[in-house]
């Protein structure tokens, strides 16, 4: 047990759906990320928020759309999604955002496995 | 932006024996070098990290090193058991346009067979 949960823990969309992933953290952290993990992929970057405000977004397409209502919650928001991405989803949270003050330390859920048929 | 490259890909070891991990990263201004462990079903956990200032950390089976010249640090886990089979994910801590962040190698995956 992390402190990090993710639910659901398996989701199977098809390209027309809207569906939604949600994190939550139970560790007072700051920051929380999303990561999309495909295979024989490094993990990617998609989104960080630091004091519900979002700080990074790596290019990520518009389809995927994140939501931060408080610092425990995190949501990814799925519209209109492709086959490619297919993958596993990983909530983070860490005490900060690094901007000098942080470890780097990520602490990850058990991730969300994603579908799109 | 920061580029990690991870080998092997896949490694497996007898029980008992040594496994080692290496990484090299491009970015000479990184500054701090985790480790994660994801076991099967699970989200990656930190195992082990090292900082810039130091060349060598060790808890236990596991150490780091770091050689900052030649920009490549590794993981070494002594006397492995059957429990450490898992994927081993390096990290580097660069600059981004907003901050730090994590850039991760694609990941080894250890066996150990009894």
């Known amino acids: 047990e992390t402190g990090v949960t993710q639910t659901p823990r398996h989701l199977v969309m098809g390209m027309t759906n809207k569906k939604s992933l949600k994190c939550e953290q139970h560790l007072g952290h700051n920051a929380m990320y999303w990561y999309k993990q495909s295979a024989k992929k490094p993990l990617e970057l998609m989104f960080v928020?630091?004091?519900?405000?979002?700080?990074e977004n790596n290019s990520v397409p518009s389809r995927f759309s994140p939501e931060c209502p408080n610092s425990s919650h995190l949501f990814l928001h799925l519209h209109t999604l492709q086959p490619e991405d297919s993958a596993l989803y990983l909530c983070?949270?860490?005490?900060?955002?690094?901007?000098?003050?942080?470890?780097?330390?990520?602490?990850f859920g058990e991730g969300s496995r994603l579908t799109v048929l | 932006g920061e580029n990690v490259e991870q080998h092997p890909s896949t490694l497996s070891v007898q029980e008992g024996d040594s496994a080692v991990i290496k990484c090299t990263y491009s970015d000479s201004a990184s500054n701090y070098f985790p480790w994660y462990k994801q076991e099967l079903g699970k989200g990656p956990q930190l195992i082990i990290d090292?900082?810039?200032?130091?060349g060598e950390k060790k808890d236990q089976r596991i150490a780091v090193t770091l050689n900052k010249t030649a920009k490549h640090f590794s993981l070494h886990i002594t006397e492995t058991q059957p429990e450490d089979s898992a994927v081993y994910f390096c990290a580097a801590l660069s600059n981004s346009n907003s901050g730090y962040a994590l850039n991760f190698g694609k990941g080894t995956s250890l066996l150990v067979t009894p």
């Open positions: 090292i900082r810039s200032n130091v």
């Open positions: 928020y630091s004091l519900e405000e979002r700080v």
């Open positions: 983070a949270s860490s005490p900060f955002w690094t901007s000098g003050a942080n470890t780097g330390e990520l602490f």
